[in-house]
């Protein structure tokens, strides 16, 4: 599969700007994140980015850069605000797909094996939850 359609593990650089007179950028993974990527799983449940970024990705390529605008419904008013974004705001992010791994194929494991796979991934949603 070229792009990730299907829930995945998505490995993106990203840096999000307030849509507004002064257009400041509020956060960026090359500079925030010390140039790491942003790591985070679609679907699963789990809200751990906007959902616009989120929806946006899964139609992006590896490699592919896209400039996303983001309406405050889609950017932070249904999802933890950090400080510096006042409510209301609209977002645009420049997002970088750098890569992603698909879910695990779970055809033909014997129950124990679903289950330890099971208890890895409820430990990682654990991990994920306190930072």
């Known amino acids: ?10 490995h993106v650089h990203c840096k999000g700007m307030l849509l507004n007179e002064e257009r400041r950028v509020f956060y960026d993974t090359r500079v925030d994140n010390n140039d790491q ?3 985070f799983s679609s679907g699963e449940g789990l ?3 906007p959902g ?9 390529l590896p490699g592919e850069i896209a400039l ?19 409510e209301g705001a609209h977002v645009q992010w420049e997002i970088e797909l ?4 698909m879910p695990k ?4 494991l014997n129950f124990k094996s679903i289950m ?6 409820r430990l990682t949603a654990m991990l994920r939850r306190k930072i």
Do not use: Q
């Open 1 to 10: 599969m070229d792009c990730p359609l299907h829930d995945s593990l998505l």
């Open 37 to 39: 990527p942003l790591e």
């Open 47 to 49: 809200v751990s980015v």
């Open 52 to 60: 616009g970024l989120e929806m946006c990705v899964h139609l992006m």
């Open 68 to 86: 996303v605008t983001c309406p405050p419904d889609y950017a932070y008013d249904k999802f933890p605000r950090p400080a510096n974004v006042p």
């Open 98 to 101: 750098l890569g992603f791994e």
């Open 105 to 108: 194929d779970w055809t033909g």
């Open 116 to 121: 330890d796979n099971a208890e890895k991934i």
